[in-house]
């Protein structure tokens, strides 16, 4: 099985009257910056040298040293899933929060997770749909039950897709691929065992972070996959649930399931401590 990221591709040109602009692959060459969570510390550093380089342009040699506390870089690498210009703009809204607080010291976790909401998943869902049209409504009501399957039923943040699944439903598989191009999941280990005697290999996953972090979820397991174990194993993520993609497929082609993940969310708010 293979993991593929499908970047957008923008073309800069005008065909009327005559041809005027830029192709992509023609004429000019896209850089894609976007990393993953797959190696947190190798993303972390690609992030920090970027915004000590932005630093310095404007007057200060590191900026990531005078900015954050210890673990608040953790944390915001985290909540961008490894894209530039997410990771920038949580700082922003993170300095607001910190602001509005009368905090100025520097920024912790809990300002940058505050600040990653403002930066909140319903935007990215208006991506989706703005960019997919027609498949939109399936891969919302897809996004729907994958949300219920993690935050609802298995009350954990990661989940397991069987590699042999993939292979035989490459279709669908597609479309948990198009969430994750969407930033809705983020791919954490395209390759692993499962625990509890399951065979086969499997790929790994996290939700956004913006879905469980920032207001907090009562009774949800946060699977710290960044964190590894004396076997050098990702901490709980093999002990993930694994999501059936006959599942998906149902989820994707039933227009009568549910597809406002916003419903979802707002009732597990409500839900009472354990």
């Known amino acids: 099985m293979k993991i593929a990221t499908v970047r957008h591709r923008t073309t800069l040109v005008r065909n009327y009257p005559q041809t005027v602009g830029v192709e992509i692959s023609q004429d ?12 947190l510390a190798s993303t972390q550093a690609f992030l920090t040298e970027m915004l000590d380089s932005l630093g310095k342009k404007v007057g200060y040699d590191r900026v990531s040293g005078e900015l954050f506390n210890p673990e608040a870089l953790e944390a915001l690498t985290l909540a961008s899933g490894g894209v530039p210009r997410d990771f920038l703009t949580i700082i922003l809204y993170a300095i607001d929060s910190a602001l509005a607080g009368g905090r100025v010291r520097w920024l912790t976790p809990t300002m940058i997770w505050k600040g990653a909401s403002r930066l909140a998943w ?9 960019d997919v049209s027609g498949d939109a409504a ?8 994958l949300v219920a399957f993690c ?9 397991l897709i069987s ?58 397991e946060v699977v710290e996959f960044w964190k590894i174990d004396d076997q050098r194993r990702r901490i709980g993520l093999r002990e993930a649930p694994v999501y059936p993609l006959d599942r998906a497929k149902t989820a994707f082609i039933d227009s009568s399931k549910p597809h406002d993940p916003s419903e979802l969310l707002e009732a597990e708010d409500d839900t009472p401590p354990v």
């Open 151 to 159: 935050l609802r039923e298995q009350r954990r943040t990661a989940f």
């Open 163 to 220: 590699q042999d699944e993939a292979q035989r439903m490459p279709d669908i598989f597609e479309r948990i691929q198009q969430l994750m191009d969407f930033k809705l999941i983020h791919v954490i280990e395209p390759d692993t065992s499962a625990a509890s005697g399951r065979p086969g290999r499997y790929a790994g996953f996290t939700l956004d972070f913006s879905f469980f972090m920032e207001p907090r979820r009562r009774n949800i």
């Open 28 to 39: 000019v060459e896209a850089i894609d910056l976007d990393r993953t969570l797959e190696d």
């Open 122 to 130: 319903q935007t990215k869902l208006k991506g989706m749909r703005d």
């Open 138 to 145: 399936g891969l919302e009501r897809l996004f729907t039950d």
